[in-house]
């Protein structure tokens, strides 16, 4: 990655990227040295320091990019120049040229000026060129370009309705994901300090939420449906319909979604109990470890500095290699020969080391969590046991997570490829190759999750043994298998309950936007909106619960590996929490109300409780 990045900076891509040239390979803002059989280059262009297109709106929306002579301009128009003659009194002023080099701003208003000048009426740009461009304030020819990148199948008035209802609603989106923020650091909050009544109470909100926004949406949908519409002018009667529609869409979805989640609370509720245990033990690591709750954080602080860097990298790889001619005669610079694969290797590199960055998020949890655990008196705990962690994990486990997460790379790219081919090949293949690759598909979605699991849990044993990765990894499957059903019990319990927490973060979220996108005073489509909210209330929500997701996952790989060489005999005490251990007595006695099956899980929970 960093030959990659070195190499496209060396061959001057990051200057022209940065500055922009013109269709000859010019560099503006710099004197330049000739190309070979390149018509007007090596040009001195230290006063041009800005890229102006004779016509912007020239786009090849097959490969997205501007078709327009570029030149270099010492000054971009702040006004819309409507003739030559603009264009003259432009030049003359501001000692801009706007019209080609070999053209003098007295020839502009010659006849063989119209094909050498800018396309009439020149738009005015806007006052900070970006990247040195001369960018219209009057960005309409864009649209076009942007509607190139989404594929509609009927007509693209649905996307100005959508797009024209983001952009009326845009205070009510960013107020109700303000909304989602506040409700998942409160749901931290109860997390952490009345963990016992928790489960109970997001049951119950869960159940009376999801009861609640199936009334209302098929409420709001025969509301809508009874209301007349003759009162409804006919520029609107189009967005009304798209939103019954939507609406009824939405409470059938949501009506589905209850009776299964109905049904799985119902499986489920024998084993409520158990979890509040779970919470309880869980919420203890975050009284001792507050920090955790800002991992999240961190993480996504490093993905966003990484994300930057890569898409720098990529734009300047988009302009480095040697100058070549185009179709047109203008100017292009191309790799050849083996380099010019080097951008395979560029998305390699982002879905390593997003995963890179992910597990060493997840070695840190572990390394801090396992040090609360196994620390008998937790008035001894380490000042910070977080920064002890990442210590822990920059000087001795970096080779670990590397190895953890190239794994995951190796599975993610095969399926990202069958993705690409199915997606291309879309009614096109034959009923037997397209069950193939959706059987492919998700058998690698599958694969990928599991390791995902069995890394985390890998990560773990690291933390506690600080063995390499693949001695790791076998240590974690051992203690998974040889406790299967108690880590089915318990850890299926857990993320069950928290995969409510986020569900009753949605659904507050959702309602809210429902209530308010409906009755707002502009008209429009608020489908698209309300997507948006409820997106990103399940990816803040699960960014929190998720670190309580790994901190319940490391508690039990300790807790199975705490119990597998140690009886509680002198010399040999059990290092976990006593309501742990009362935790485990509960589901015994739990599952032998259950019936066979829980008989089966307390004998396998029996040979433990013995060595207490």
Known sequence: MGFICGFSVATGAAARLVSGYDSYGNICGQKNAELESIPYSGMDHTHRKYVFFLDPCNLDLINRKIKSEALCVAACPRQELKTLSDVQKFAEMNGSALCHYKLKPSEYTSSKASSLCPKLPVPASAPIPFFHRCAPVNISCYAKFAEALITFVSDNSVLHRLISGVMASKEIILGLCLLSLVLSMILMVIIRYISRVLVWIVTILVILGSLGGTGVLWWLYAKQRKSPKETIIPEQLQIAEDNLRALLIYAISATVFTVILFLIMLFMRKRIALTIALFHVAGKVFIHLPLLVFQPFWTFFALVLFWAYWIMTLLFLGTTGSAVKNDQGFVEFRVSGPLQYMWWYHVVGLIWISEFILACQQMTVAGAVVTYYFTRDKRNLPFTPILASVNRLVRYHLGTVAKGSFIITLVKIPRMILMYIHSQLKGKENACARCMLKSCICCLWCLEKCLNYLNQNAYTATAINSTNFCTSAK?????????A?????????????????????VCSTGLAGIMLLNYQQDYTVWVLPLIIVCLFAFLVAHCFLSIYEMVVDVLFLCFAIDTKYNDGSPGREFYMDKVLMEFVENSRKAMKEAGKGGAADARELKPMLKKR
């Open 475 to 483: 240590d974690a499957f051992v203690i998974l298998v040889e406790n």
């Open 485 to 505: 059903l108690r880590v089915a019990a318990i850890n299926t319990v857990g993320d069950f309950m928290l995969f409510l927490g986020k569900v009753l973060i």
